[in-house]
């Protein structure tokens, strides 16, 4: 049996962080559906689309998909067989608000498992909010978040 997780969220833009979370999930299922919210409530930089092909460019590997999802993630998980939601727990400012949605998504889906991984230590404290507004500066942020994305911030915020 094929085991399959989704890792949702925004991804406005994707950083070594989400990359991070990707290959140690990769450690333990066979295939990570990377779901890209389209009605996120926050009004994203990036259009889905965009957000969707620099997951594809930065995330090459046979065990990751990206799709893009509108609605609950509860159905969306369902819809592609998934047992297992992943998310990570950077410090703890991040708790409350997973906790919060992995008792909800229980509510709503009571087979389906949240799991919290704990990222790499030096990215601990990177967040898409930051890679944005650093970028939207002009700052360096070739550190946090692969070329393709630098390159795509630069589009963005060029004059
Ligand atoms: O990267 P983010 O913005 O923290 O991700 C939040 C996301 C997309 C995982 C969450 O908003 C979500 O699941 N949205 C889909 C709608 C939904 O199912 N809402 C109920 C969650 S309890």
């Known amino acids: 049996m094929t085991r399959i997780a989704v890792y949702p969220g925004s991804f406005d833009p994707v950083t070594k962080g989400h990359a991070d979370l990707v290959t140690r999930a990769l450690a333990f299922v066979d295939q990570v559906i990377v779901a890209v919210a389209v009605n996120s409530a926050k009004q994203p930089l990036f259009s889905?689309?965009?957000?969707?092909?620099?997951?594809?460019?930065?995330?090459?590997?046979?065990?990751?998909?990206?799709?893009?999802?509108?609605?609950?993630?509860?159905?969306?998980?369902?819809?592609?067989?998934?047992?297992?939601?992943?998310?990570?727990?950077r410090a703890v400012a991040d708790f409350e608000y997973e906790f919060q949605m992995a008792l909800m998504n229980?509510?709503?889906?009571?087979?389906?498992?949240?799991?919290?991984?704990?990222?790499?230590?030096?990215?601990?404290?990177?967040?898409?909010?930051?890679?944005?507004?650093?970028?939207?500066?002009g700052g360096d942020v070739s550190q946090l978040v692969h070329p393709a994305v630098v390159r795509a911030l630069k589009k963005k915020f060029a004059t």
Not at 107 to 128: H, I, K, N, R, W
């Open 48 to 89: 889905t689309d965009e957000r969707v092909a620099l997951l594809r460019e930065t995330l090459e590997h046979p065990g990751v998909e990206v799709q893009a999802f509108d609605g609950l993630l509860v159905d969306f998980a369902r819809g592609v067989g998934a047992r297992v939601i992943l998310r990570g727990l």
């Open 106 to 137: 229980r509510q709503l889906a009571p087979g389906l498992e949240t799991v919290f991984l704990v990222p790499a230590f030096d990215l601990t404290y990177l967040s898409s909010s930051l890679v944005r507004e650093v970028a939207r500066f």
